[in-house]
């Protein structure tokens, strides 16, 4: 039912991407969910943005962006899954809500 893919990505291309970006962004890129690319980044210790960093770079404020730390992981593989899957996904919750909604 879900087409996975993978792709190949090195810790340094996607921290470029998440700092450039946001973690949401590189999520919706890539077409994953944002508690696994979280949790992706922790345990390839890739820093991301935290809490108010966009806020605050957006109303001018002096943002500091944490440094790459070195590892011993070099690339990984990202499995992304397919388009279609989260949007039949979502519309059918959608659904169900509001089925559940007007039978009250």
């Keep these: 039912m879900t087409e ?12 470029d991407e998440i700092w ?8 919706k890129k890539y077409n994953v969910p944002y508690a ?3 949790k992706l980044c922790k345990e390839t210790n890739i820093p991301y943005p935290p809490s ?3 806020t605050q770079l957006n109303f001018g404020k002096l943002v500091t962006k944490t ?13 992304t899954r397919d388009k279609k899957y989260f949007l039949l996904y979502s519309k059918s919750r959608y ?5 559940n909604c007007t039978k009250r």
Aim: aromatic share 12%; net charge positive.
């Design 4 to 15: 996975e893919q993978t792709t190949k990505l090195s810790r340094e291309q996607l921290y």
């Design 20 to 27: 450039e970006i946001s973690v949401s962004g590189v999520a």
């Design 36 to 38: 696994k690319l979280v």
């Design 52 to 54: 108010g960093y966009w």
């Design 67 to 79: 440094t790459l730390p070195k590892s011993s992981i070099v690339q990984f593989y990202l499995k």
């Design 95 to 99: 659904q169900l809500k509001m089925r």
